[in-house]
């Protein structure tokens, strides 16, 4: 072998040797921590063109209310307990520190079944968009566990599902995931 052909061969393998090491990487190198802090769902649209929102005479769907925004939605019963109240407290804090994002923000109560939430609770949640469903079959598209109380899903400005909270949900870890996609979303 010529001193020209072994040059040649040292620039192919050190040029194709990052190429196949990447590969490798792919196929068998798999990290053992993630960034975000919610459950990261298989994205399929929410469902929210199904859903009409209350008080609003406008003939919208609630997909059209809040198209092109992200959304915070819960599925809660009307008469909110202690645990429902601390889910809307904390999808209106997270949207408050967005700061100039906090238009981007918008929050959904999807109430389950009859009855009529507590005046001085909305009062509390400004902005609020309220749907209502009395057969979960409408809700097909959420991964509702038997506890269809016990997640925050966050919804994507094309509508679909990105990622759910649940009780155990630290919030500095939602209000870090949410930041981050404000940030580097060119949507919503």
């Given amino acids: 072998m010529t001193k020209a052909q ?3 061969t040292l620039l192919f393998i050190i040029g194709t040797l990052p190429v196949i090491a990447s590969y ?3 196929l068998w190198w798999k990290p053992l921590s993630q960034t975000n802090h919610g459950e990261l769902l298989e994205t399929h649209p929410a469902g929210l063109q199904e859903l009409w929102p209350e008080g609003a005479n406008s003939g919208k769907t609630l997909g ?4 092109k925004k992200w959304v915070f939605l819960t599925v809660q019963s009307a008469n909110c307990d202690a645990r429902c109240q601390q889910k809307l407290y904390l999808m209106r804090q997270i ?3 967005q700061n100039e994002n906090m238009e ?15 005046p001085q609770l909305l009062k509390l949640h400004p902005g609020l968009h309220l749907t209502r469903v ?4 409408k809700l097909s598209q959420l991964p509702l566990s038997t506890d269809s109380g016990a997640f925050i899903f966050l919804i ?3 509508g679909n599902l990105v990622l759910r909270y ?5 919030p500095k870890g939602i209000l870090k995931d949410l930041g981050r996609l404000l940030r580097f979303s060119g949507l919503g």
């Avoid at 009395?134 to 079959?137: A, C, I, N, Q």
């Fill in 166 to 170: 649940d009780d155990r949900s630290e």
């Fill in 104 to 118: 981007r923000v918008e929050r959904v109560w999807v109430i389950l079944g009859e009855g009529q939430p507590d």
């Fill in 6 to 8: 072994r040059t040649l």
């Fill in 95 to 97: 949207r408050t520190a």
């Fill in 134 to 137: 009395t057969d979960l079959t």
């Fill in 64 to 67: 059209e209310v809040v198209r």
């Fill in 156 to 158: 994507d400005p094309l």
């Fill in 24 to 26: 490798g990487l792919y």
